[in-house]
């Protein structure tokens, strides 16, 4: 099995920054992407960014120019810089990882336990 922790939220000002990590682990021949999804109380988890392999990254209007996915894949690890933070960011952000066991397995998803991020006004 893989687990996935994940690092790095807390409390921020309007306009601060922060920088989240979440680290993989366990039986992993590869991971195709990873991604950060962020879920606000009341509210569905939403998309927040992806990662593939290659560097490719895709974000949602709502954090495209204030938010970074970057990711190690020697450490099986990405990243989230997220710059010019508001209040609306606040959530809990969960990373998840699309990965297989061997070259011969299905890819699974696995998701991380989350970090809260409180983004005051």
């Known amino acids: 099995q893989v687990q996935l922790v994940e690092s790095g939220g807390g409390l921020v000002q309007a306009g601060g920054s922060l920088r989240l990590s979440c680290a993989a682990s366990g039986s992993i021949f590869s991971i195709n992407s990873m991604g950060w999804y962020r879920q606000a109380p009341g509210k569905q988890r939403e998309f927040v960014a992806e990662?593939?392999?290659?560097?490719?990254?895709v974000y949602p209007d709502s954090v495209k120019g204030r938010f970074t996915i970057s990711r190690d894949n020697a450490k099986n690890t990405v990243y989230l810089q997220m710059s010019s933070l508001k209040p609306e960011d606040t959530a809990v952000y969960y990373c998840?990882?699309?990965?297989?066991?061997?070259?011969?397995?299905?890819?699974?998803?696995?998701w991380g336990q989350g970090t809260q991020v409180t983004v005051s006004s």
């Open positions: 990662i593939t392999s290659g560097g490719s990254t």
């Open positions: 998840n990882a699309r990965w297989r066991q061997d070259s011969l397995s299905y890819h699974r998803l696995s």
